[in-house]
């Protein structure tokens, strides 16, 4: 089954303890993004990766990293996880590049849901 | 961040009736995409429609693009419970800072009731 699979689904943790949530697509989709989902503000995009070895920043970067080593897999590094940081995260990818002169649908992972006490 | 507006915000409607939400956008665009997100799961993509398209249907769904008012409407038609979801529109809008991402509007929240 065609798929993004993010772990965890959902973690509690507390302030400074480095985290890593990863996500994985089997659709050998180029482009992978992560998006971090709050009340009231909306789908913000945090990262994205156009290739493997590509990445970029997106909306709102701080706090976060990412890599891109092998196309399948794009993880999401909190190096110092911060309360402002609790939200629920979803990673997506696409067959291409998104954006501009592009119409390429993202596929969604099922979230996870951080908690950073 | 630029963001695209949608609305109303939330939508209450009996099942049965007829869903219309919308989606206004501030840059010319070549295309508009409809997603669905029901409760805490991901989003699920619902439905493109290009610049050069006025009107594009996918069985319930009805889509429409205006692009001289720069806003798009999703219809729903005869709506069901399993309909109960936030809609969210995303656009290729030209961005100042990258050419590789979407603008996303703030959803809209449908609530079916039986």
């Known amino acids: 089954e065609a798929q993004v699979t993010q772990n965890p689904r959902y973690l509690i943790t507390v302030t400074g303890k480095k985290l890593t949530v990863t996500c994985s697509q089997n659709?050998?989709?180029?482009?992978m993004s992560w998006y971090r989902q709050d009340p009231g503000l909306g789908l913000r995009q945090i990262y994205y990766?156009?290739?493997?070895?590509?990445?970029d920043k997106g909306d709102v970067p701080e706090g976060y990293k990412v890599s891109r080593k092998e196309k399948r897999n794009f993880p999401l590094i909190l190096e110092s996880p911060s309360p402002n940081q609790t939200s629920l995260y979803f990673c997506?990818?696409?067959?291409?590049?998104?954006?501009?002169?592009?119409?390429?649908?993202?596929?969604f992972g099922d979230g996870t849901r951080l908690s950073i006490l | 961040s630029q963001q695209g507006e949608e609305d109303p915000q939330a939508l209450s409607i009996q099942e049965g009736e007829n869903a219309t939400m919308n989606c206004s956008y501030k840059?010319?665009?070549?295309?508009l995409q409809w997603y669905r997100q029901n409760s805490g799961r991901g989003l699920v993509h619902l439905i493109l429609?290009?610049?050069n398209e006025r009107e594009k249907h996918s069985g319930r769904l009805r889509v429409t693009l205006d692009t001289s008012k720069k806003s798009s409407s999703l219809l729903i038609t005869a709506s069901r419970a399993a309909d109960t979801a936030s809609y969210f529109c995303?656009?290729?809008?030209?961005?100042?800072?990258?050419?590789?991402?979407?603008?996303w509007g703030a959803g809209t929240k449908l609530i079916i009731k039986p």
């Open positions: 840059t010319s665009i070549n295309n």
């Open positions: 990766s156009m290739n493997v070895e590509v990445t």
């Open positions: 659709m050998n989709h180029e482009y």
């Open positions: 429609i290009r610049s």
């Open positions: 997506a990818s696409s067959p291409r590049t998104v954006g501009r002169y592009s119409n390429q649908p993202q596929h």
């Open positions: 995303a656009t290729d809008a030209t961005r100042l800072d990258s050419n590789y991402q979407l603008i």
